[in-house]
């Protein structure tokens, strides 16, 4: 029989909740290889991918509508099957969990799956997205919720050390609104990226306010890999010397950059609109 743990929380020190609120500090998360997910569409991605859900969290009183309702009816049932917890939890425990205020009552606390470069392979022709020391959990969730509009299926997450934001962030789950379990998604060293992309042999774009004019970019080949920098410091140099072309976005005088996902959506839709064709 499953190990299914139920019963109802009306203590912060309990230590499941004592567990899920230390969820919130990246080092924690990255020890247990564990987050939380809330929002009913983000809860649906988690369901719609397989990721484990090790325990839920519902608080009846905020469980105001039938989409509520069934959803959390569904978590008890994969909770029974699974072996994970199912929890019923106070309004007062729920409002010390839950990192937004309206998100339907229901929080669960779930085991993401950890891609790597190692076996990874582009798709023929991919526009991939690399992303070096992005550290804003909102930047990378809107990034990823462009992706998925502009047909870009993988984001690389290329870091120097500690620099950068983990992918299993809740606010990451939060921003892209699932989006980060139905793409490809990986974090890695910058030097392993580069590596990688070389094996590949993708054409690298670096996109740059030191590049020529993006819609004077010309042989991009193949799988292209556009890379970003963050909004404060832009690229590091090493990119410089891998990058087949460097890119700019033009803009009127006295601007500089743009929000980070304005400019990944720019990049992609002007490959969208070179290969005459619509988002896969």
Known sequence: MPNTEHGHISSTRNPRIRHALRLRQSAYRRA??????????????????GVPIQTVFACEELLLTPEGTELAAR???RTQTSG????????????????????????????????SLRGLVPH???????????????????????????????????????????????????????????????????????????????????????????????????????VFGSEATGLSPIWRDVAHAVAAIPMTPGMDSLNLSVSVAVVLYELLRRGLSEPD
């Not at 009913?40 to 991918?49: D, F, P, T």
């Not at 909102?138 to 934001?165: D, E, K, P, Q, Y």
Request: with cysteine; net charge positive; charged share 20%.
């Open 32 to 49: 247990h290889r564990q987050t939380l997910a809330e929002g009913y569409r983000e809860i649906e991605a988690v369901l719609r991918n």
């Open 75 to 77: 978590l008890q049932s």
């Open 84 to 115: 994970g917890r199912f929890h019923t939890v106070s309004r007062h425990v729920y409002g010390r969990l839950a990192m937004r205020a309206s998100v339907g009552g229901l929080l669960v606390e779930i085991k993401p799956p950890v891609h």
């Open 124 to 226: 023929p022709n991919e526009r991939l997205v690399v992303l070096e020391d992005v550290d804003k959990p909102g930047n990378i969730g809107a990034v990823l919720r462009t992706m998925r509009a502009a047909g870009s299926s993988t984001l690389i997450l290329a870091t120097h050390g500690r620099g950068g934001t983990d992918l299993m962030n809740p606010n990451v789950i939060r921003a892209s609104v699932g989006l980060c379990f139905d793409l490809r998604c990986v974090e890695a060293p910058v030097e392993e990226v580069v590596g990688w992309l070389n094996r590949q042999q993708c054409t690298v774009l670096a996109v740059s306010p030191e590049g020529r004019s993006l819609y004077r970019t010309d042989g991009l080949p193949g799988t292209v890999a556009c």
